[in-house]
């Protein structure tokens, strides 16, 4: 019998390149250039490489920043500024703000109190259903509170100085105003209008900024600069009940505006509060 003779495999066979293969496998590889059209902007640099964040970047959301990256920029901006830091939570600054923050809720909250004492003035002087006296006093109230939504927003942009000072101007024109008024629509004007808008430019940036200056006393402050309301709740139509039968009603509004100015005169210009 023949001996049977087995052939290696094709794949146990390892071929040595000639010269001539070498050189041709040299002439085969890529170049740089090449490899740079090759391969795609992302394998050019490894992950972590301020390159590939770029490129990255670039390719999920092109040439335009996010949005994120422009509120955080935006955000940080704004830190930037000089740091208060810790409220004093007591001490002479800050239990001054409690007290001025008490005269401004006494010029708002507290004239706003008088209306029903005058109410009743209206309906004889002017010839107009209570239901739409009632009206003066209920938008009065609600622009107390929605203008805070803008003036709130402005206190935290850091413009709490015009935003005051604006309201003080707007009451002050208000209450004068209201002094003159001999028809309906002016006092809805003069009255609901001019000193809801004064009203909410001043109280709530100066409730959110009174809190800024305590932490365990805050509840203290807060309940000072709110009793303001019962102060000016017992001055105003105490003044209203007593001028009004003597002086009239114009110089009764003009009284009251005069002690809400000089409420207002009190206010230090310190630079934080007013």
């Given at each position: 019998?023949?001996?049977?003779?087995?052939?290696?495999?094709?794949?146990?066979?390892?071929?040595?390149?000639?010269?001539?293969?070498?050189?041709?496998?040299?002439?085969?590889?890529?170049?740089?250039?090449?490899?740079?059209?090759?391969?795609e902007p992302s394998e050019k640099a490894a992950p972590g490489?301020?390159?590939?964040?770029?490129?990255?970047?670039?390719?999920?959301?092109?040439?335009?920043?996010?949005?994120?990256?422009?509120?955080?920029?935006?955000?940080s901006n704004a830190s930037s500024r000089r740091d208060p830091g810790p409220p004093p939570d007591g001490g002479l600054l800050a239990w001054t703000q409690a007290v001025m923050a008490h005269l401004v809720i006494f010029s708002t909250w507290g004239y706003?109190?008088?209306?029903?004492?005058?109410?009743?003035?209206?309906?004889?002087?002017?010839?107009?259903?209570?239901?739409?006296?009632?009206?003066?006093?209920?938008?009065q109230v609600f622009l107390l509170f929605f203008i805070g939504t803008f003036s709130g927003r402005a206190l935290d942009a850091g413009f709490f100085h015009l935003v005051f000072i604006s309201g003080v101007i707007l009451q002050l024109l208000g209450v004068f105003m209201t002094s003159l008024a001999t028809k309906y629509w002016q006092l809805f004007l003069a009255q609901g209008i001019c000193n809801g808008v004064g009203g909410g430019l001043m109280f709530c940036p100066t409730m959110s900024l009174l809190s800024t200056y305590f932490l365990r006393n805050r509840s203290m402050a807060i309940g000072i600069a709110a009793s303001g309301t019962a102060t000016g709740g017992l001055v105003f139509p105490a003044i209203a009940r007593q001028l009004l039968p003597r002086v009239g009603f114009s110089w009764t509004v003009r009284v009251m505006e005069e002690i809400v100015l000089n409420a207002q005169k009190m206010l230090p210009c310190n630079g934080e509060c007013s």
């Open positions: 019998m023949a001996e049977h003779t087995s052939l290696p495999e094709k794949e146990d066979v390892e071929e040595s390149p000639t010269p001539s293969g070498r050189l041709q496998a040299a002439s085969d590889s890529p170049t740089e250039g090449d490899l740079e059209q090759i391969l490489n301020s390159e590939y964040i770029k490129q990255s970047t670039l390719e999920t959301v092109g040439t335009r920043p996010p949005v994120l990256t422009r509120t955080v920029t935006g955000r706003i109190s008088s209306f029903g004492l005058f109410q009743s003035y209206y309906e004889t002087a002017l010839g107009v259903p209570p239901s739409n006296i009632s009206w003066v006093g209920s938008v």
